[in-house]
């Protein structure tokens, strides 16, 4: 059925992240405090970690915090924290597409300042996330279709890069919203001694 109808496909792919991010993700990340942000549900958490408190043999970051990693990823991979979550947006999802593409500056996760507080992850997350989303808003149906050239994506359009990013940005914001609800509903420890 042909409606005669042109679709706009910059604006449908930044309103499939967009609407996402203005309806859920941002209203699911109000008031998060910093203990939500390094709280760890299980033993073995990947998270941030000041520098000064002693770092495992493979954790990256230029600043004060340092993010936990290794190489391979171990099987199965530990739970992650909501700031190793954002951490990861910042530079792995969102920076360093906005430095390869819409000329944010570079970004690594070995030479990263880490957020130590959550309101500056926070601030963090919106100044990358408007990055990726001008960015993307800029692109037109030449920009959305030239090959993007990245890793992994070298033959797909940049078009497809988007469609990722999209999916990566509500994946880990989701994971990071059930985090936020696991915390607010957790159980004080029981008390091992018998009563009386």
Same mark, same amino acid.
Request: aromatic share 10%.
């Given at each position: 059925?042909?409606?005669?109808?042109?679709?706009?496909? *910059?604006?449908?792919?930044?309103?499939?992240?967009?609407?996402?991010?203005?309806?859920?993700? @941002? &209203? =699911?990340? #109000? /008031?998060? *405090?910093?203990?939500?942000?390094?709280?760890?549900?299980?033993?073995?958490?990947?998270?941030? @970690? &000041? =520098?000064? #408190? /002693?770092?495992?043999?493979?954790?990256?970051?230029?600043?004060?915090?340092?993010?936990?990693?290794?190489?391979?990823?171990?099987?199965?991979?530990?739970?992650?924290?909501?700031?190793?979550?954002?951490?990861?947006?910042?530079?792995?999802?969102?920076?360093?597409?906005?430095a390869s593409h819409f000329g944010g500056p570079p970004i690594d996760y070995q030479s990263y300042d880490y957020p130590g507080t959550a309101a500056l992850a926070l601030e963090r997350l919106?100044?990358?996330?408007?990055?990726?989303?001008?960015?993307?808003?800029?692109?037109?149906?030449a920009g959305l279709a030239r090959p993007c050239g990245e890793y992994g994506f070298e033959q797909d359009p940049m078009a497809g890069l988007v469609l990722h990013i999209n999916r990566e940005?509500?994946?880990?914001?989701?994971?990071?919203?059930?985090?936020?609800?696991?915390?607010?509903?957790?159980?004080?420890?029981?008390?091992?001694?018998?009563?009386?």
């Amino acid at each position: 059925m042909d409606t005669g109808r042109e679709i706009d496909w *910059t604006a449908e792919l930044a309103q499939q992240l967009d609407w996402h991010w203005q309806h859920q993700v @941002r &209203p =699911r990340l #109000a /008031g998060l *405090t910093d203990a939500e942000y390094f709280w760890e549900p299980v033993a073995g958490c990947w998270n941030l @970690r &000041p =520098r000064s #408190a /002693g770092t495992p043999p493979e954790a990256a970051g230029g600043g004060d915090f340092v993010i936990d990693f290794a190489v391979p990823e171990p099987v199965p991979p530990p739970v992650t924290t909501i700031a190793w979550r954002i951490g990861h947006l910042l530079v792995g999802v969102l920076g360093a597409r906005n430095a390869s593409h819409f000329g944010g500056p570079p970004i690594d996760y070995q030479s990263y300042d880490y957020p130590g507080t959550a309101a500056l992850a926070l601030e963090r997350l919106d100044q990358a996330y408007a990055g990726w989303i001008g960015g993307v808003r800029g692109l037109d149906d030449a920009g959305l279709a030239r090959p993007c050239g990245e890793y992994g994506f070298e033959q797909d359009p940049m078009a497809g890069l988007v469609l990722h990013i999209n999916r990566e940005t509500i994946h880990h914001c989701a994971e990071i919203a059930l985090l936020r609800d696991l915390y607010a509903h957790r159980q004080p420890p029981l008390d091992p001694r018998p009563p009386g």
